[in-house]
Every structure is written in structure tokens, then in C-alpha cells.
């Protein structure tokens, strides 16, 4: 292999590398079926919510944690707890409790970060899940979750994270009635429909384009190879 086949590959395999993952969910064909079964049954109509998240007015904040991956976003895995305890208290819906005795809900608040993918092609997904608890028999009542949509400087991450939990209040509001604005309503389907983000669409562009200037230069050289030098007969000294 040529040094301009070692560099190609070189800069394909650094591409692939750099170029961040992200899953895309191609739709599933549906399986044939029976004509007797072609048609869908009607959906389960919706159960009942625990009166007692409805009825709800103490709250305790839980800090169930995060994982290291977490690290990342300034804070830690602690920002999760810090941002939901402050976002809850603004909301100013809940009178917050220090014990959980005193609480008719525990609100758990986790940062998980679970990789997916096979070990050729390993890429984390982030998320932040709340758990509503009884306080007494510690039986989770309800769980919701939103999605981390952080990339680019530590500032746009740390942005990105706060709008995750603003979401997730949201999602909460919305559990207990609450009917929410247009741009909330927006960030919850959003959260929940992720898109590549633009900074990510851009590198991806930049890279493709670069490895295809890099192939055409290869392809060129291919068939323009450059002449050989000449080579200068040495001049012989003149006799006297």
C-alpha cells in the first residue's frame, strides 16, 4: 500500500471515529397476519391515576443518584437533584418537606446513562427519571423520564441539561392536570422525539465532504501519475 492509500484510510478510519452516533429508529414492517387479525383491536382505555399523586400538596425531593458519565455537565451527578429541587420549588405547587414522613409523595429524582449498542459500536443514552413514591410502603406509584439532549461546550451541555429537567417538570404538571403552553407542549414532544442535533448535522456534512475531496485527489493521482524526474547528465571537466 502507497502512502496516499495509507493516508486515505487513515483519515476515513479518523472520520468514522469522530463522526457521533446516533440511533436511528427505522420503522418495522408489520408481520402478516390472518385476515381475521388484519384488524387492530381499539386501544385499553386508560387507567386510573393514583389519587393520592393527584391529592398531593408535601413533597420530599430524593437524590437516587447518577452515574460517572454524568461528570460531564458541571456538578455532576448531583445536578440532576440541585436543578429538579430548584425547578420544583419555583413552581411553587408543592410545599417542600425535609423528611419524608412529613410527605404525602417522594419525589425520586436518577441520572442514568445506559449504553447501547453492540461492542463494535458502543454510544451511552442519557436520561433522568423520576419516580413518585409512598412515603410509607415505599411502592413506586408512578414513573416518567425524560431524555438528555446535551452536546457542544460545557456551557451548551449545562444549557441542554437544565431544559431536560425543565421537561420533566413539565411532564409532571402535565401527569397532575396542568395544561401546558405551546412552547412547553413543544420541548416535552421534542424530549421525547430527539433529532440530530444541527452542530452534529454539520460536522457530519464537513467530514462526508472531506473524504470525498480526499478520494477525488486519490482517484486524480490514480490517473494523472506525476512524470518522473529527469534526470541531469553530470557535466564532464573540459581537458586542456
Not at 492509500?5 to 471515529?17: K, P
Not at 429541587?85 to 446513562?113: G, M
Not at 460545557?154 to 401527569?175: A, E, I, M, N, P
Not at 396542568?178 to 424530549?191: F, I, M
Amino acid at each position: 500500500m502507497d502512502s496516499l492509500s495509507r493516508s486515505l484510510c487513515i483519515a476515513l478510519a479518523w472520520f468514522l471515529v469522530l463522526t457521533p452516533t446516533v440511533p436511528a429508529q427505522q420503522p418495522t414492517a408489520p408481520a402478516q397476519q390472518p385476515a381475521a387479525q388484519a384488524q387492530q383491536s381499539p386501544p385499553a382505555p386508560a387507567a386510573p391515576l393514583p389519587p393520592q399523586i393527584l391529592s398531593a400538596h408535601t413533597v420530599f425531593v430524593s437524590n437516587g443518584g447518577g452515574s460517572n458519565y454524568f461528570n460531564i455537565f458541571t456538578g455532576g451527578p448531583d445536578r440532576a437533584y440541585n436543578t429538579f429541587y430548584s425547578d420544583i420549588e419555583k413552581a411553587n405547587r408543592y410545599q417542600l418537606v425535609n423528611l419524608p414522613a412529613q410527605a404525602d409523595v417522594i419525589f425520586e429524582i436518577r441520572a442514568i446513562a445506559p449504553a447501547v449498542g453492540d461492542a463494535g459500536n458502543v454510544a451511552f443514552n442519557p436520561q433522568l427519571i423520576l419516580s413518585i413514591l409512598d412515603p410509607q410502603t415505599k411502592i413506586v406509584l408512578w414513573t416518567t423520564s425524560a431524555n438528555v439532549l446535551a452536546a457542544g461546550t460545557q456551557r451548551r451541555r449545562d444549557r441542554g441539561f437544565d431544559q431536560s429537567v425543565g421537561v420533566l417538570v413539565d411532564k409532571l404538571g402535565q401527569l397532575t392536570g396542568q395544561l401546558l403552553t405551546t412552547e412547553q407542549a413543544k420541548a416535552v414532544y421534542n424530549n421525547s422525539n430527539p433529532r440530530m442535533p444541527t452542530g452534529a448535522k454539520v460536522f457530519l456534512f464537513a467530514g462526508l465532504a472531506a473524504v470525498a475531496g480526499l478520494a477525488a485527489y486519490g482517484a486524480y493521482r490514480v490517473s494523472h501519475p506525476p512524470a518522473p524526474p529527469t534526470l541531469q547528465q553530470p557535466t564532464l571537466p573540459t581537458l586542456p
